[in-house]
């Protein structure tokens, strides 16, 4: 089945590490989307990226970084300049650029920083 | 910036009551997508209006996109107990870039058996 893998589920690290979250997909969509959720929030854009090693700052980009060196895979690096970085992160994908595809989600991955 | 407006944002229904949200936004939109998070889990597209005064059913939910493209309904006749969740809105601008998905802060729904 064609789908978007995120991992781990849940993430636990101590304040002060990097951490980098896994999005992987098999669908064949050339982009491909990073987005924060905070309890009672609508979806944040962090980072998204319409073709292989190009990518663009969304709307929080501001400690987090990104790479896109394959089609497939889209990972998130969460760095220690994060001031909040304890949220539902979320990967999703379209099958083109024009802006008029769905987005499609991976099942997330939950991250606590203490 | 733009905005994109969500009521309610909780809503709490008998089971067989109709539900409706309603999105608004502060600028014209391109297109408008809906989605739905169940507790838990991810948001899954539920549809997409792109003409003025689009309306699209899909079942028991009604999709409207207002005449002047600036505001959207989804209505839900007769809930159900699986109707459950989070249902967001996600306005696009004209022009705007691919990342300019604006999304609502979403209402979530709870249905009582």
């Known amino acids: 089945d064609g789908g978007i893998t995120q991992s781990p589920k849940y993430l636990f690290r101590k304040e002060g590490q990097n951490v980098t979250l896994s999005c992987e997909q098999n669908?064949?969509?050339?982009?491909m989307y990073w987005y924060r959720q905070d309890p009672g929030q609508g979806l944040r854009l962090i980072y998204y990226s319409q073709i292989v090693n190009d990518f663009q700052k969304g709307d929080i980009a501001e400690g987090y970084s990104v790479s896109r060196e394959k089609k497939e895979s889209f990972p998130l690096t969460v760095t220690s300049a994060q001031k909040n970085p304890t949220a539902f992160y979320l990967c999703?994908?379209?099958?083109?650029?024009?802006?008029?595809?769905?987005?499609?989600f991976g099942n997330g991955t939950r991250l606590t920083v203490t | 910036g733009q905005q994109v407006m969500q009521i309610p944002q909780y809503q709490h229904v008998q089971e067989g009551e109709d539900f409706t949200t309603y999105c608004n936004s502060s600028t014209t939109l391109s297109n408008i997508q809906w989605y739905k998070q169940r507790p838990g889990g991810h948001p899954v597209f539920l549809i997409q209006l792109v003409k003025s005064g689009e309306v699209k059913k899909q079942k028991r939910l009604t999709f409207q996109f207002g005449e002047a493209k600036k505001n959207s309904s989804l209505h839900i006749t007769a809930t159900q107990t699986t109707d459950v969740g989070t249902y967001f809105c996600a306005g696009r601008n004209y022009g705007g870039s691919q990342g300019n998905l604006i999304f609502g802060k979403g209402t979530k729904l709870s249905v009582k058996p």
């Open positions: 999703a994908s379209s099958i083109d650029r024009t802006g008029h595809s769905p987005l499609h």
């Open positions: 669908l064949n969509h050339d982009a």
